[in-house]
């Protein structure tokens, strides 16, 4: 899916890229790599950035909790979006301010319009609203609620009944809304002279607090409701309720909070170099828009007033160039990624993620290898390979003493005398480090197959030699060595006392004859692989079985591949149980699963009750199990479960 020509930024009309969202493969994409954010992009389908923005707000807490007719306000506005409900309204003089929104509260200027036509509302009334829902004061939500309740009677626009409703939607949807943007006749400070905001183009430099600086995002937000605010010093702007402005105070605030807190906003030209609002008015809907610039603070001049961009469409440019780079830059974006998971709360858990996720589009991340070590993630000749920084025990200064001491290129012959001499003794690379490495298969390459378990093993009986004899072996070990052979060559050569000797060569003796089993198995791979890099990589704990010889493989169900009856072979990750409520016999448990084997992870696995009663003792986190099922109609990414066999 690799594409030659060059990202234009300000094209939103790819395609690919809307099918890819749509497909619901948005891991790593910006506002949408949640399992919620996945769901929710196969059911609305978004087409355009508008239907994207909304998407973005539709699936925040505020919307996925209010519900009406027993149904959230998301499901309603998925509903309505694909024509299975008609578009309704709590009240006709709702539909000028939610018809562009499926009749659904996405943003705040329209539960702030709302109450102004319902209840009368002034700007500083609708805001108290705002802020009694946002710090979910209890006594001030009443106190709002009497006089929103007493206004709509006195407007006479609904019923006493219906503005109750209206304040019980506005309250939980509106928790979580976005702010919006300015009008189009807005003028900046370009270093050609002024102009309007709607004549910039992506490269176009404008001015702010700290100078020229570059326009990178321009976004067309079609017809909003905006307000005229006036400053003390004459100057003037239109925007949204919710747009922002850099206050006296270093501080950026919404207009709504400003009003309320007679905050003075920062001027380009005034003497006093800021200015509070002396005016404002209502001007209905009018063409907004709004520009991403180059700076942490988001912050330029327009009509000389320091402004700051707004949230929702620019959550969802960005969510767009995401996937755009995931499908027409996979690799690159896979191993930025990767190399950035280590911001995440959980790094391991976002490293397996990806990982899994980057098998659906065939680019499978591979365990370090001797000449193949790299501090980070590394593309080298379209592979992708782990870096050692992301291991388990492997510190920062480990890692360095690695990567800045070897050159791959010349280690990546090296056998496994050769590793532990040139590599963990030479460079004195710490047990807990050396540990993780060989769990990985970091010591393994072209001339070292030797098994992990038994490099393990002879690393412990290295150990046990003193530092003179250590030094001894490396100075006169042979490349073609074990370490058998290595140590009988220092018992017949170097000088040793009887008692010494006796005890070396005991370790030689266990070396030929080891105490346990050191041959390495498919289990122990996939299991020290999960512990030390968090995701298995060589192999999966369901490879071991037989019966996986095949199986159809979690990836193709994943990409929609499979119809009809199939058979699985997979490790249960997780198991969450549910109640049934409705059906023949409701409350019964039923669960959803998630598995997984080498080609990747399935996490749309349903076992209805039937079932899942049956093979509930087999249905556990961590089993290997042999899944006969079939694929569901409905959602063709999903398994049905029919039987389960323990392998």
């Not at 990178?216 to 702007?237: F, P, Q, R, S």
């Not at 919404?254 to 003497?271: A, M, R, T, Y």
Request: overall charge neutral; some cysteine.
């Amino acid at each position: 899916m690799g594409k030659d020509t060059l990202f234009d930024i300000n094209d939103f009309d790819d395609k690919n890229v809307w099918d890819f969202i749509c497909s619901g493969r948005t891991k790593g994409v910006f506002q949408l790599e949640s399992n919620l954010g996945r769901h929710w992009s196969k059911q609305l389908r978004p087409q355009n950035i508008s239907e994207l923005a909304a998407l973005i707000s539709v699936i925040r807490p505020g919307t996925l909790t209010a519900k009406v007719d027993g149904k959230s306000m998301t499901q309603h506005y998925c509903d309505r979006k694909a024509g299975k409900d008609p578009v309704s309204y709590q009240h006709e003089s709702l539909e000028p301010i939610l018809k562009e929104t499926q009749g659904i509260i996405c943003y705040q200027e329209q539960a702030m319009k709302i109450t102004e036509v319902v209840a009368g509302f002034d700007l500083k009334e609708a805001d108290m609203l705002r802020k009694a829902i946002g710090k979910k004061k209890a006594d001030l939500m009443e106190e709002v609620k009497k006089n929103f309740i007493k206004g709509a009677e006195k407007q006479g626009v609904v019923s006493c009944e219906v503005a109750e409703e209206i304040f019980s939607w506005i309250e939980k949807s509106n928790r979580y809304s976005f702010n919006k943007s300015i009008t189009k006749d807005s003028i900046v400070q370009t270093p050609e002279g002024k102009c309007f905001i709607e004549k910039l183009k992506v490269g176009d430099k404008v001015m702010s607090p700290s100078g020229y600086i570059d326009v990178t995002g321009i976004y067309d937000h079609g017809e909003l409701e905006v307000y005229e605010i006036e400053l003390e010093c004459g100057k003037k702007i239109k925007c949204t309720m919710e747009h922002k402005f850099l206050c006296k105070d270093g501080k950026i605030r919404p207009l709504s909070d400003i009003l309320l807190g007679f905050h003075e906003i920062i001027v380009q030209d005034c003497v006093m170099q800021s200015s509070k609002i002396v005016g404002i008015k209502s001007l209905g809907k009018m063409p907004t828009m709004d520009i991403e610039v180059e700076s942490e603070d988001h912050i330029f001049y327009a009509n000389s007033i320091a402004t700051s961009n707004s949230h929702a469409v620019s959550y969802a440019i960005n969510a767009y160039w995401s996937a755009y780079c995931k499908y027409y830059r996979p690799l690159e974006f896979y191993i930025s990624y990767l190399n950035h998971a280590h911001g995440k709360p959980e790094p391991q858990k976002e490293i397996k993620e990806l990982v899994v996720d980057a098998k659906l589009s065939d680019i499978d991340v591979y365990p370090p290898r001797i000449g193949n070590l790299y501090k980070d993630f590394t593309n080298v000749n379209g592979k992708i390979f782990f870096g050692l920084s992301h291991v388990k025990n492997i510190g920062a200064t480990e890692c360095d003493k690695i990567t800045s001491n070897t050159i791959n290129n010349e280690i990546k012959d090296y056998t496994w005398i050769q590793c532990l001499i040139e590599i963990i003794h030479n460079l004195k690379i710490n047990k807990r480090a050396v540990v993780s490495m060989i769990s990985i298969g970091a010591m393994n390459g072209k001339n070292n197959t030797v098994p992990r378990k038994t490099m393990l093993y002879e690393f412990d009986s290295w150990n046990q030699l003193t530092s003179r004899e250590k030094e001894y072996i490396s100075q006169n070990f042979l490349k073609e060595d074990t370490l058998y052979d290595a140590i009988n060559r220092m018992l017949e050569n170097f000088k040793l006392t009887p008692k010494r000797k006796s005890v070396i060569a005991d370790i030689n003796i266990s070396l030929k004859n080891p105490f346990y089993n050191i041959e390495d198995s498919i289990q122990t791979i996939a299991q020290d692989e999960e512990k030390y890099m968090g995701c298995s990589l060589t192999c999966s704990k369901a490879d071991a079985s037989e019966e996986s010889f095949g199986a159809t493989l979690c990836k193709d169900i994943s990409n929609g591949l499979i119809t009809g009856k199939t058979n699985i072979v997979v490790s249960i990750n997780s198991v969450r149980e549910y109640k049934t409520k409705k059906g023949k016999n409701p409350g019964q448990t039923m669960a959803f699963l998630c598995v997984e084997d080498n080609s990747g992870i399935l996490d749309s696995v349903t076992v209805f009750p039937e079932a899942y009663s049956e093979y509930k003792d087999l249905i556990i986190e961590q089993n290997t199990v042999l899944i006969h099922g079939e694929i569901s109609k409905k959602d063709k990414t999903s398994l049905i479960v029919n039987k389960v066999k323990q392998v």
